[in-house]
């Protein structure tokens, strides 16, 4: 059987983890053998389904400056916990023998890392014989902003990477909207379509059923968008209807606390909970959703046919959910909400909008990217 290993780093949300878990799962449906090396913190309800999951020693960011980096003690790391770190990665990399070796994001990102990544890398090219290098990518990348950056990791993908697996719909977003130097990694660069994680569908749950749903991701984030939609609820069309507002786990108490005292006394009709693990299967029963534009969310959103008002995060000078964002309205997919604009009396309006409109139909967008991507990598692989 072949062998894929699959490196993933996630510093304060999960996305990057969910993602690289559905692709995991894709690959080993696709009849390889696969390891999903994690170094973030573990996170619960996130299967990889016949993908054997090792857990490096997590390592997770202070804040959404990505500079600091803590140990799972809370404890800034240092050159020892580097060295223990990148040998516990090497291990995994020697115990897989894999035929493939798939880097998420890096080295467009996780440049935090390169003290493990450039030691495997190094490694692994040495090897005889050496395994497929992919890197996987989202549709928006970040930390590209000078063109020394952009310099930087071209140079790193031509002396490193075989193949760089974009997971967008190029008729939507396209790697040069944030990489101006794609064109020189042109022969390396594959689209597959945007993954998502499609296992829960309508009709396998009542869950959601007609309701709105209120989500922020993990929660870091997401506070003054879950009060806002709270307060925004009898403004709208919707306000018969049950809303479901969903903090994620990473909100802290005190702000759940007080959106629970918010919510009950909101008149009723509104329930507030934690991330659930049928997310999916909420969003494919419900009227409408109301969400931040992370990757995830978005092709979740869409692959369950769901009306979506999206409020995409833009603090920290972040870009790439409102550039996301734009591009899915363009293509009348969604309605949005610029963050700075955010206010009850504005999100309603949004939401009447998007209950006027038909659900988005099946087709609209690529969303096979888990299925390709796999294919992909089963071929590189030699399976």
């Known amino acids: 059987m072949r062998r894929v290993l699959v490196y993933v780093q996630h510093l304060l949300g999960i996305g990057h983890l969910k993602r690289a878990a559905t692709l995991a799962r894709a690959l080993a449906e696709a009849g390889l053998e696969v390891t999903l090396a994690s170094g973030g913190p573990p996170v619960a309800g996130i299967g990889t389904g016949g993908a054997r999951a090792v857990q490096l020693p997590a390592v997770s960011a202070a804040d959404m400056t990505f500079k600091v980096l803590l140990d799972d003690g809370g404890r800034e790391i240092d050159a020892a916990w580097k060295e223990k770190r990148a ?81 967008s719909d190029p008729s939507v ?22 993954v998502v994680d499609t296992r829960a569908r309508a009709g396998e749950s009542h869950a959601g059923q007609g309701e709105v749903i209120v989500s922020a991701g993990g929660g870091i984030v997401g506070e003054a968008l879950l009060e806002t939609a709270i307060k925004a609820r009898h403004l709208s069309s919707l306000k018969e209807r049950p809303w479901r507002v969903l903090a994620g786990h990473n909100l802290k108490e005190d702000a759940y606390a007080r959106l629970g005292r918010l919510a009950a006394g909101a008149g009723g009709g509104i329930v507030l909970e934690r991330s659930r693990a049928d997310f999916t299967a909420l969003l494919a029963n419900c009227e409408l959703s109301v969400s931040q534009a992370g990757y995830n969310t978005l092709v979740e959103t ?82």
């Open 87 to 167: 040998a516990a990665l090497l291990a995994a990399w020697r115990a897989s023998r894999p035929h493939v070796l798939v880097l998420e994001l890096y080295p467009f990102g996780r440049r935090q890392m390169r003290f493990e990544l450039l030691p495997l890398l190094r490694e692994a090219r040495a090897a005889l014989p050496p395994p497929v290098i992919v890197c996987s990518v989202r549709d928006l990348l970040g930390g590209q902003r000078t063109r020394e950056r952009q310099e930087e990791t071209a140079g790193l993908i031509e002396r490193f990477i075989d193949h760089v697996l974009v997971h």
């Open 173 to 194: 977003i396209r790697l040069e909207q944030t990489f101006p130097l794609a064109a020189r990694i042109s022969a390396r660069i594959e689209y597959t379509g945007y």
């Open 302 to 383: 869409l692959a369950a046919g769901a009306r979506a008002v999206v409020v995409p995060f833009a603090g920290a000078a972040e870009t790439e959910q409102t550039q996301r964002a734009r591009c899915f309205e363009a293509h009348g997919l969604l309605e949005m909400v610029e963050e700075r604009a955010l206010s009850p009396q504005a999100l309603a309006g949004a939401i009447d909008r998007a209950a006027r409109k038909p659900k988005p139909g099946a087709g609209r967008i690529d969303l096979d990217g888990a299925a390709r991507s796999a294919a992909l990598i089963a071929k590189w692989a030699g399976a």
